[in-house]
């Protein structure tokens, strides 16, 4: 049971569903176009913001069906403006792009706008905006340049807001997204201790009777991956290579087998094939060739 955020190409997918586990709720976030049975367990959804316009051929591309699971929504920046595009309403090119802080006049403080004030100080990020409200649907909330700054419909829990409550510079965005999870009837059960051992359970399971071998870059990504993999199977199992391919930043290499070691993973192997990469790519202009060949070279060694 969880609340999935829906990435429809916005900066801030991750902050949203970052949000959301901080009110100790479990989120996920998959594609627009993920299948409605892989989305039936999730107590609601979230359509996250965008750059491109409802009405772009290349707009991206979704599942229609997901509109009508019948699952609480929340639809924010684009996501709001697809809500109304898709439901009946109208979205057109606004007179004010907006950008920046601005204060939204509450209408109605229900929904997801429950216990706010009449004025609130909310980020704006936008060109279009809802011109015409999709039919069920009420105005919530409007700016000086917004007349449709937040919109919904309490029946099917739907709601749309044009502005983004998930970064600091919404006041009180935090309650604004609380108030979408307690709509969701989600549960608040969800911490970082609990996660990491649902996922080192889950490593137990998927690699019985099997060693890994892990390539780690020295990202936030594969060095979590390491790390989770060592404690699930234990370092005899595990084996980590890091290799330097000449195009790290000075001193990275260095760094990152430092702080492997100081957290007492021993079991990471560093191998220097700088000069083998800087030759397989020399005099090589093309980004696409180049790229083609540092995969190559990876796999040689």
């Given amino acids: 049971m969880s609340i999935v955020v829906l990435d429809f190409g916005g900066q801030y997918a991750h902050l949203i569903a970052n949000r959301i586990r901080r009110l100790h709720v479990h989120a996920e976030i998959r594609s627009p176009e993920t299948a409605v049975a892989d989305l039936q367990d999730a107590d609601g959804l979230i359509l996250s913001g965008g750059p491109a316009s409802v009405y772009d051929p290349e707009a991206p591309a979704y599942n229609p069906d997901i509109l009508a699971m019948g699952k609480p929504m929340l639809g924010l920046c684009y996501g709001h403006q697809l809500l109304c595009h898709r439901l009946g309403g109208q979205v057109e090119m606004g007179e004010t792009h ?4 601005a204060y939204l006049h509450v209408h109605k403080a229900e929904g997801v706008l429950a216990g706010l004030d009449e004025r609130e100080r909310v980020w704006m990020s936008h060109r279009d905006h809802v011109a015409a409200l999709p039919p069920g649907f009420a105005v919530l909330g409007s700016t000086e340049d917004c007349p449709v700054a937040a919109m919904g419909d309490a029946e099917r829990k739907i709601y749309g807001l044009q502005f983004h409550p998930e970064v600091t510079h919404t006041v009180r965005g935090m309650e ?6 307690a709509l969701c009837g989600a549960e608040r059960n969800w911490t970082m201790e609990r996660y990491t051992e649902e996922t080192i359970e889950r490593l137990q399971e998927q690699a019985q009777g099997r060693n890994v071998f892990l390539f780690v870059s020295g990202g936030v990504d594969s060095s979590v991956a390491f790390l989770l993999l060592n404690r699930a199977l234990g370092a005899e199992r595990v084996l980590g290579l890091h290799i330097d391919n ?8 260095a760094m990152v087998e430092r702080l492997m070691k100081g957290a007492g993973l021993h079991n990471l192997e560093v191998v220097d094939a700088s000069a083998e990469f800087l030759a397989v790519t020399a005099g090589i202009a093309d980004p696409e060739e180049k790229r083609r060949r540092i995969g190559e070279e990876f796999i040689r060694v």
């Avoid at 907006?98 to 802080?101: C, D, L, P, V």
């Avoid at 604004?176 to 999870?181: E, T, V, Y």
């Avoid at 000449?246 to 290499?253: C, L, Q, S």
């Fill in 98 to 101: 907006e950008f920046g802080a």
């Fill in 176 to 181: 604004i997204l609380d108030n979408f999870a």
């Fill in 246 to 253: 000449g195009f790290m930043r000075e001193g990275e290499t």
